[in-house]
Nanobody, 125 residues
Framework: VQLQASGGGLVQAGGSLRLSCAAS????????MGWFRQAPGKEREFVAA????????YYADSVKGRFTLSRDNAKNTVYLQMISLKPEDTADYYC???????????????????WGQGTLVTVSS
């Protein structure tokens, strides 16, 4: 599975962005996709993910109510709609995918073997 992330950019606080992640390769084998982020000088952290078997979506507490994960199966693409952005949302955002993942591992970066390149989101105050 290859992942191509896009949509990052510079936005003012309170603004919105939508990130996209297009998957190619063995797309039919995916069971989970989502996003992690890493800010400069900080550890990588979980943002959001969906486990397709069961249809459950998971969000980090810091983005709940502001970020929404969705997907277009026909385009093999997942989206992360981000609203009410804050300067602390500034980070490189990475799209991830897994072919086999359990619910308890959804927030664990090590559970995702497939990673896209980062797309930078910068939120100015």
């Amino acid at each position: 599975v290859q992942l191509q992330a896009s949509g990052g950019g510079l936005v003012q606080a309170g603004g919105s962005l939508r990130l996209s992640c297009a998957a190619s390769g063995r797309t039919s084998s995916r069971n989970g996709m989502g996003w992690f982020r890493q800010a400069p000088g900080k550890e990588r952290e979980f943002v959001a993910a969906e486990r397709w078997s069961g249809g459950s979506t998971y969000y980090a507490d810091s983005v709940k109510g502001r970020f929404t994960l969705s997907r277009d199966n026909a385009k093999n693409t997942v989206y992360l709609q981000m609203i009410s952005l804050k300067p602390e949302d500034t980070a490189d955002y990475y799209c991830v995918a897994a072919t086999s993942i359990i619910s308890s591992s959804m927030r664990n970066a090590g559970a995702y073997p497939y990673w896209g390149q980062g797309t930078l989101v910068t939120v100015s105050s």
